[in-house]
């Protein structure tokens, strides 16, 4: 290899909440050799067969479209090609990327309203329906399915069900949640799924996709006004296989290794189960070590989130992480800056052996910080996960 290029410079595992670690697979996918995919009808093909992967895996028969931008870009692309000028839209709130759904609204013209609730359990559909009752003139909702910053899983499978009684649409990010937990798209009654390629699928960060039901559809084509954006327009993709054309020109390599993390999902019968397994293991052995879970119940499991010890700040526990054991973790950013530590067992860190080396090297870090633990935490991890 002829390149000034070093590969993963720090050596670091990475054990983050997205990106998370690149399987071999997908990164031998990314070097095929290339075509260029506005002009090669078999690259259409490929791009509606990758789609179409997407959807079965999300048990949907709505189609879904592969954009060319990090999982943000999906989030904005919901909210740009749906709202228009004054729709009201309701913004479902317990946590830092629920908010942020606000400022995409407000920024295509949208009028959002915010339900914000306790931020430590996740969304009632109970209160919900009763809020409902009285506030339902709503175009559509935004809900996240998992709130990263705080690893709050939301129960879609109610919520959105909930809403759509109300003929409310249904925009979900479950960027950091699908392909770790269960995503049944037609059955949870969700118009807009959002995902991204670096949380559990595990391939590399820079493309989003969007699952879009026919309702949802209906509602981009049959606005009044035209969508304020070229790239965040998800209605210029409708019907690009017959047209055999492209808004833009399609990222193939970064295609190619999408859909080989698919193949890796795809053909792994364990994968949910695995982090189902691997998520109950952490969470218990940070009890049993005396540390605190940040938030009390919906335990997303693609991440775990605990409170910064007393002894010690988030930075020096993420310092020690990577200077001394070359692992990468995660703090947070806005309200809970500086106060968290996440853990991202989504994907390819899911795994017996990544785990327990990072239990193994936080449980050193700790006790170098003069933080008191009353368990190993890699002895409690490993117990824990015998038993699960
Ligand atoms: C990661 C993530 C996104 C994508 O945004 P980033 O720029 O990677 O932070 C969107 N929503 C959620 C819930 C995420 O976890």
Redesign the pocket.
């Known amino acids: 290899m002829n390149t000034t290029m070093t590969a993963n410079p720090g050596g670091y595992k990475v054990m983050t ?2 990106p998370t670690q690149v399987a071999q697979s997908v990164r031998l996918a990314r070097s095929l050799e290339c075509t260029n995919p506005d002009l090669d009808e078999a690259f259409y093909d490929f791009y509606k067969e990758t789609c179409e992967k997407i959807s079965r895996m999300l048990h949907s028969q709505n189609e879904t479209l592969i954009l060319d931008g ?3 870009l999906g ?1 904005e692309a919901a909210c740009a090609s749906l709202t228009e000028p004054g729709d009201a839209v309701l913004v479902l709130d317990n946590g830092i ?1 629920g908010k942020g759904f606000a400022d995409f609204v407000s920024m295509y013209g949208g009028v959002p309203t915010l339900y914000t609730v306790d931020d430590k359990n996740p969304i009632d559909a109970g209160r919900l329906e009763e809020y409902l009752k009285e506030h339902h003139a709503f175009k559509y909702a935004t809900l ?1 399915h ?3 910053p705080s690893g709050m899983l939301n129960p879609i499978e109610s919520l959105c069900p909930l809403l759509k009684k109300y003929n409310i649409l249904t925009v979900v ?1 479950s ?2 949640a699908m392909f770790g937990e269960a995503v049944r798209a037609d059955e949870f009654a969700i118009d807009v799924l959002c995902g ?1 390629s ?2 559990a699928l595990s391939a590399p ?1 820079g493309l989003t996709f969007v699952t879009v039901s026919r309702e949802a559809k209906e509602a981009m084509n049959q606005r009044k006004t035209p969508i304020a954006s070229f790239y965040a327009n998800i209605r210029a993709f409708f019907g690009y296989y017959e047209k055999k054309w492209f808004p833009y020109t399609m990222p193939i390599s970064d295609i190619y290794g999408l859909r080989a993390a698919l193949d890796e999902v795809e053909g792994d019968a364990d994968w949910l189960h695995r982090h189902q397994r691997i998520a109950a293991a952490c969470r218990q052995a940070i009890l049993s070590a005396g540390l605190f879970l940040h938030i009390q119940s919906g335990f997303s499991n693609t991440v775990t989130v605990f409170d910064v010890p007393k002894e010690t700040t988030a930075a020096a526990i993420l310092q020690k992480m990577r200077a001394e054991h070359r692992i990468l973790l995660a703090g947070a950013f806005d309200a809970l800056e500086g106060q968290v530590i996440r853990i991202g067992h989504m994907g390819s860190n899911c795994n017996e052996e990544d785990m327990t080396a990072t239990m193994r090297a936080l449980e050193q870090t700790l006790r170098q910080l003069g933080v008191p633990l009353k368990a190993s935490l890699a002895a409690e991890f490993e117990r824990n996960l015998e038993n699960a």
């Open positions: 909440p997205g990090e999982g943000i989030l990327f996240v998992c709130d990263t990010d960027v950091s991204g670096q949380k960060p």
